[in-house]
């Protein structure tokens, strides 16, 4: 395997580059009162489709064809059923295209799959939340208004070019109240500036540490352990990057962010590399897509919701070997997490033995989501069966061993 491909920034983030100057367009007509409320339908949804025949080829079908049905279902569907209709639909071409296009995406010289399906997964995100929107009520069905008036919305939400690459989970009635009155937001400059700038010097950094990655190759031992923390870490840095600029382009065609949709602030990536706590680094990783994670499955799971979202997660990025591993053993290290935890915390109680347990819980759970985000970006089976079998797998089998110790000890409360 390519390291150095492998690590380059996501291919959609160059789409996403190109797609800027047309978000400040979009900002700056809506902003002037060019643009009436259906033109700007039409701006976006007609954007959308032009990124995607530019990026994807003729991959972008794969990606009309369940837009346009999930729209249909939406339109024709009654509100109790729409979201069992559409999640069915969404899924089972999800993972028609992850079947079919797998081999696909592992070839470098091509990104057009891997784009393809990237936005498929997106894709899923905003339909299967809107058709919970529907069945909830919080959307209600737009009565009086024609067939186009009402399929024009839905589509230009679904396909909307700043956020078809990628960005953070918007939900339809904010993108609604945003395209319709965004001629009154200012010019959102500084935020946008403000995120390139931090997306420029995370990308700066991965770039310097990753010259560095080829010294610790081929190690055993402690050494082994550093060489997959670093790799990791150039895989984090990589997608902080992108978020990061997936945000600015929202930021700059006036899709503000509320506070706390976002995938990554400031502080959340203080977060994500100072907590002790895995379930917290859980929540906080690509946030948005956390709590549609979390609203989809774990609130509607009778039973096990935490084993059943980690499972659907997997089926979600495609059911791949390093896939279904990597997202069975979060399951596993975070459940171990809420348990070592409560007992942990209740034996720390000096000052000395809290600065012991959280440095030490620190460079495990550092350890652990390495050994995670590694196992996840493995393509070959073989070559994840050498990481099973090696010293790196020495933590995340400690902590499946205390898991079973404890497993008849009271369960802390989940948050």
Known sequence: MNWEDLLVLLPAAWYQLVAFPFAALFHHLCASGHLSPTARYIFLLAGGCLLAGTAMGSYAVLLLIPAAGSVLILLSVSPAHVHTWVFGLQMCWQTLCHLGLGSQVLEPQDARPAVALSAIMLLTQKVTSLALDIHEGTVPPQAGQGLLQ?????????????????????????????????????????????????????????????????????????????????????????YY????????????????????????????????????????????????TSHWLRRLVFKRCPTQPLLATFAFSAWWHGLQPGQVFGFLCWAIMVEADYRIHHFLSAWATSCVAKLIYRGTTWVFTQLIVAY??????????????LLWTSYNSVLPLSYGLILLLLLLAKKPKQN
């Open 150 to 238: 009402r399929a024009l919305p839905l589509c230009s939400y679904l396909l909307f070019f700043p956020a078809l690459l990628g960005g953070p989970l918007c939900s339809f009635s904010r993108f609604q109240v945003q395209a319709k009155s965004s001629n009154a937001a200012p010019q959102p400059r500084g935020a946008a500036g403000q995120r390139c700038l931090w997306a420029l010097a995370l990308q700066a950094l991965r770039v310097g540490l990753e010259g560095w990655l080829p010294h610790t190759q081929g190690c055993a031992g402690p050494a082994g352990l550093r060489h997959m923390w670093t790799r990791a870490l150039l895989f984090r840095l990589a």
């Open 372 to 385: 995670i985000l590694v196992a996840m970006e493995t393509e070959s089976f073989s070559v994840l069966c």
């Open 241 to 288: 990057s992108h978020w990061m600029l997936d945000e600015a382009l929202l930021e700059v065609a006036g899709f503000g962010l509320a506070a706390g949709q976002g995938d990554l602030s400031g502080h959340d990536l203080w977060t994500l590399e100072t907590t002790h706590r895995l379930a917290v680094f859980t929540r906080t990783w690509n946030k948005s």
